[in-house]
């Protein structure tokens, strides 16, 4: 449905709820006459329920309006009593399941094979109480070839007897029999009666009680401005704790939802968010920076978005390019590199970030520039962009999820220790870690956590430690360490609202409904998938 047809259709319904607080139905005008005029007669009613008004909530709705009005005032009457179940009707009608055991054995007696063939379950319940109240007898025969025989000449169905008496009765004046109580609680565990509330009302005469209520306007209108006419109309007076009509708003992409929640989850753990809103970076701070060679198959065409126009960025910092450069082509602080000869013009070409990590890189170069080395926590959720064909697992842009923290002296026991901490928040309890390799970390860990749903382990995230040669051209001190992690937005908001199809996540194919009904999830709570 398009924002013109849901706008059009809301305007409808804002009309038609007008055209009914003008006007009143003739059930309307009935229901307030008949109270009307019963007040007048008797002084007051002391239950409503002797007024035979078939529609409850249109005899509230009079009675608000007349008591809006200061002409009459009410007070509930909360009634509880006992109905009768679907299956309590049915014995109530043909009797209960004992007694038509012992109405189906003839004189000669019946096999029970017979008999739950003629009676199906009932046979089963059946036999058992007709049994217990000594109606029916058994032969010396084994299993269904046994025969059931009457011991008693007649039978009073005791049970249909009770429910017929219970049917409508109140439920503390039942509640007063001893005997009856004790057959109500057999009853409500055969599920053959069941409670019900029933809302009546008392009413007497108010302050302006008359039996010939004025009309009240609820608009001004336009007649109403030309001849003056609102200056002494009366006006119904504004139910404040009455249901509007729901106005139509924005909705949160369920996405931005999940994106939210670790967002908390983040500053929770006091972490700072990265600036993320360039979705532009140049090939240096996306790759080099990263200690990832220029002849890597990530950085091919097939694999990433390059821009056309503009096609480099000559704004890098000069010093740290020769560092990286050095590193890349020489070695150094304990590496021997990968030897090859480095090209700036390649790292100065311009892509659509294929990681966050670019980002991060950049952070960490600003925090290497600062007097004194502070320890610092930062994350960053947003957008990434990679030249991958379109399925249902797989998109060419999805969100990616980031967290590191750079400290002195921290080991990869601390990161094991902070990826339980920030799952824990997730509701994740139990991970499993897998060596990997990475080319910017070393060492790299996969995670996998317990998935109930699904009885297996399955991969949610990876990990690692940055490597020197990534760290020491920053010009962090060497005693400094960096942790990391990352996963996706995408495949935790696919579990959470049980979607099969990313491309119903994101893309043409959303259903602007599934945006704007779904709840906000609790990531530390089971939902979807996970179940």
């Known amino acids: 449905m398009s924002v013109a047809e849901m706008t059009a259709t809301l305007q409808s319904q804002v009309s038609e709820i007008r055209q009914l607080l003008k006007t009143s139905t003739l059930e309307d ?140 009765s109140n439920v503390e004046v039942v509640a007063k029999d001893k005997d009856m109580k004790k057959k109500v609680d057999e009853y409500k565990k055969r599920k053959l009666i069941e409670k019900t509330k029933s809302t009546s009302y008392s009413v007497s005469k108010g302050a302006e009680f008359t039996l010939n209520p004025p009309t009240l306007a609820t608009d001004i209108t336009e007649e109403m401005l ?85 096609k480099t960025d000559d704004k890098l910092p000069c010093d740290y390019v020769e560092r990286v450069k050095k590193v890349h082509s020489e070695g150094g602080y304990g590496s021997i590199g990968y030897g090859y000869d480095w090209k700036e013009e390649e790292a100065q070409k311009l892509l659509l970030r294929t990681h966050t990590t670019a980002v991060s890189s950049y952070m960490l170069y600003k925090l290497a520039q600062q007097p004194e080395f502070k320890p610092a926590k930062y994350f960053s959720i947003d957008r990434v962009f990679r030249n991958e064909t379109v399925d249902a697992t797989h998109l060419a842009e999805f969100h990616q999820i980031e967290g590191l923290i750079a400290d002195r002296d921290i080991t990869l026991g601390d990161l094991i220790g902070v990826l339980y901490n920030f799952f824990q928040k997730l509701g994740i309890e139990r991970l499993q870690f897998k060596p990997a390799y990475n080319p910017y970390t070393e060492p790299s860990l996969e995670i996998f956590s317990w998935h109930d749903g699904l009885n297996k382990w399955v991969e949610i995230g990876n990990s690692g430690m940055f490597r020197p040669e990534m760290l020491r051209p920053l010009g962090l001190p060497e005693d400094v360490s960096v942790i990391a992690w990352g996963l996706s937005l995408e495949r935790p908001t696919m579990i959470k609202y049980s979607i099969d199809n990313i491309r119903e996540l994101l893309g043409h194919k959303v259903d602007l409904e599934m945006v704007m009904e779904n709840p906000v999830p609790r990531l530390d709570k089971k939902m979807g998938r996970e179940i």
């Open 226 to 310: 030309k001849t003056g006419s609102w200056e002494t109309a009366a006006f119904k007076k504004y139910n404040f704790n009455a249901i509007g009509v729901k106005p139509y708003s924005g909705h949160l992409h369920p996405l931005m939802k999940v994106r939210e929640e670790f967002r908390q989850i983040f500053f929770e753990l006091g972490f700072t968010e990265m600036p993320t809103n360039q979705f532009c970076e140049s090939s240096f701070w996306n790759f080099d920076a990263l200690f990832q060679p220029q002849q890597h198959p990530a950085r091919d065409m097939h694999d990433t978005f390059f821009l056309l126009d503009p």
């Open 29 to 168: 005008q009935d229901i307030q006459s008949i109270v009307l005029k019963s007040l007048d007669a008797d002084g007051e009613i002391k239950d409503t329920s002797s007024l035979n008004v078939s529609s409850a909530a249109e005899l509230r709705a009079c009675l608000d309006s007349l008591a809006s009005r200061d002409i009459i005032k009410y007070e509930p009457i909360v009634t509880e009593t006992w109905e009768l179940s679907e299956e309590g009707t049915e014995t109530l009608l043909h009797g209960s399941h004992e007694a038509k055991v012992f109405n189906i054995i003839p004189e000669e007696g019946i096999s029970l094979a017979e008999l739950t063939s003629k009676l199906g379950e009932v046979a089963k319940f059946g036999q058992a109480s007709a049994f217990k109240q000594k109606w029916i007898k058994k032969d010396d025969g084994k299993g269904t070839a046994a025969k059931l025989f009457r011991n008693v000449e007649s039978i009073v169905d005791q049970t249909q007897l009770d429910l017929k008496s219970l049917k409508g």
